[in-house]
């Protein structure tokens, strides 16, 4: 089977949830189908193994980046002649994997990481772009011949927000994690370098700095819990400059009324990543929106109790007092997170169950190759039902 996986994020270029989920799908979809990645990289061209990199065309630089994308979905497009099937992800690929689908008479199935819709706040990021995004996406995901969900819950939020689209179209396949990679490491090497203090807990964020993520909220909730414990943030790539703004005036104010407060602003190998998720007391994730969250499976998979807020597809991830404790979004969403942390961080012997059935449920529910095989079947219906 000719695959063509569309996407922006791809090794070395990974910095969310979708472009992990790619670089992991991809991996164990190449020992079951032909195929072909296309994704973004200012080297055009092909590299080995099967990875087409498009850069926006340079008659746009400095055009808004909604334009830009579009002018990558079309290099996309023209590149995927002779592929039998193609899998698009996120908004930036979505109109590459359209625009194949008419080009080639090929089916399209599209993989919803989020949705458009429901992250008014990239308006601030792309401005008119954004209604230009929407488009895309709904265009893409109405036409498509089968849309995955990363979560039950994402599933009703496409069927919410794309009515026209017919319900028998929408699979759910959760996000995957590799659980030999995302496992406990004992090394210290990584905290000592960073300046991590190892005899005083500490609550870890990893993530983007985007108004989806909520890091703002989880840097207003540990004023409160208890003075002893660090913070630490793996933060960067914010959205605009105003969200930045933001982010650094409540760090400096958090970093002036406690000790102990880290902010790692560049993106961290994977080890490292996995070293500091590893000794972390809890690990928090204050998303005022997430599909399922993958950052919360690599914490469990490091043997980490999670602190994270109840949306979307967390609570299918996340098991409410056995794997951590989830906080409702509500007006008194900052103080609750910070009654969560202090509990999981006061009761090191819970935390520790906690952290062991994390592991235990990550290892047990999303691997990566039953993932794998869930889409192979799926682009196998997709196929049959275009030949009958």
Request: net charge negative.
């Amino acid at each position: 089977m000719r695959v063509g996986l569309l996407t922006r994020e791809y090794p070395p270029d990974v910095y969310g949830g979708a472009g992990v989920h790619v670089e992991f799908l991809a991996r164990e979809l190449a020992a079951l189908v032909d195929l072909d990645v296309h994704c973004w990289g200012e080297a055009s061209g092909a590299d080995a193994g099967g990875v087409l990199r498009h850069r926006p065309w340079a008659a746009l630089d400095g055009a808004n980046d909604a334009l830009r994308t579009f002018s990558v979905d079309l290099a996309m497009a023209a590149a995927l002649e002779g592929r039998e099937l193609v899998h698009s992800h996120t908004w930036y690929a979505n109109l590459g994997g359209h625009l194949a689908k008419l080009q080639h008479g090929v089916p399209h199935v599209v993989t919803a990481h989020s949705l458009e819709p429901l992250r008014p706040w990239k308006a601030e990021q792309l401005g008119g772009g954004y209604a230009l995004s929407s488009w895309a996406e709904r265009t893409a995901v109405e036409a498509a011949d089968a849309v995955i969900a990363v979560s039950g819950a994402m599933r009703e939020d496409i069927l919410g927000c794309y009515p026209a689209l017919d319900k028998d179209r929408v699979h759910v396949v959760h996000n995957g994690i590799d659980t030999r990679l995302y496992r406990p490491d004992p090394a210290t090497d990584t905290l000592d370098r960073l300046g991590i203090d190892r005899s005083r807990p500490y609550v870890l964020f990893v993530g983007r700095i985007t108004r989806q993520k909520g890091v703002p909220h989880l840097l207003r909730a540990v004023r409160h819990i208890d003075p002893s414990v660090q913070v630490v943030l793996c933060a960067g790539a914010p959205d605009t400059p105003q969200i930045d703004r933001e982010f650094r005036d409540l760090f400096a104010e958090l970093s002036r009324d406690r000790e102990g407060v880290h902010w790692i602003p560049q993106m961290l190998p994977r080890p490292e990543v996995i070293q500091l998720l590893t000794h972390a007391a809890v690990f928090a994730c204050p998303s005022v929106y997430e599909p399922l969250g993958i950052v919360n499976l690599e914490a469990m998979a490091c043997g980490t109790p999670v602190v994270a807020s109840r949306v979307g597809g967390i609570p299918e991830v996340v098991a409410d007092g056995e794997t951590g404790v989830l906080v409702t979004v509500d007006d008194d969403f900052e103080a609750g997170l910070a009654r969560a942390l202090d509990s999981v961080i006061g009761d090191p012997e819970a935390a520790r169950r906690m952290g062991e059935a994390g592991r235990e449920r990550a290892v047990g529910e999303f691997g990566w190759d039953a993932v794998a095989r869930r889409t192979v079947r799926l682009y196998e219906e997709v196929l049959s039902a275009g030949r009958s």
